[in-house]
């Protein structure tokens, strides 16, 4: 059976329950889309917890950056993901056993064997999404 995200009001309401979102990939240049996206979510009040071994032990975005999911010390809602799509497998195993509630590839990411895993382990799959825009479109400030 082919895959399919969940519906815009179960995506708002992820949104809307999530605190800590853990961002694998996320870059410690400004100018990248990882660095962007991730410092509007933290502007609009969420956690966000760098994942990105090339950065590990630096901060990003005011926070410290961990080597891997495993090593984050603290609950993970959402594992935001900016990896290609063929290194997403191994991260849903890991978004697994960390116990997250949610595996969240961005947009332009795909991968039905992450979603599987993901799936399998109990998370929410949501791929080829923009977790800003999703959180712009239904949660609009007022």
């Known amino acids: 059976m ?5 519906s815009r009001e179960e995506i708002k309401e992820i ?7 853990a961002v694998v990939g996320l870059s410690d240049k400004p100018e990248r889309t990882s660095h962007m996206v991730a410092k509007a979510m933290q502007e609009r009040g969420y956690r966000i917890i760098p994942v990105n071994p090339v950065a590990q032990g ?11 999911l495993s090593e984050v010390p603290e609950k993970i809602d959402i594992v935001n993901v900016f990896r290609r ?5 191994p991260i849903a195993e890991e978004a697994v056993r960390v116990g997250a509630r949610v595996l969240w590839l961005q947009q332009g990411i795909y991968n039905e064997e992450a979603a599987a895993i993901a799936q399998q382990g109990g998370l929410t799959v949501i791929m080829d999404r923009c ?3 999703e959180d ?3 949660k609009p400030r007022g």
């Open 2 to 6: 082919a895959f399919t995200n969940p």
């Open 15 to 21: 949104l809307a329950n999530c605190g800590n979102i």
């Open 58 to 68: 630096k901060e990003i975005l005011g926070e410290t950056c961990y080597a891997s």
């Open 85 to 89: 799509s063929e290194h997403t497998p």
């Open 131 to 133: 977790i800003k825009v």
């Open 136 to 138: 712009a479109v239904l």
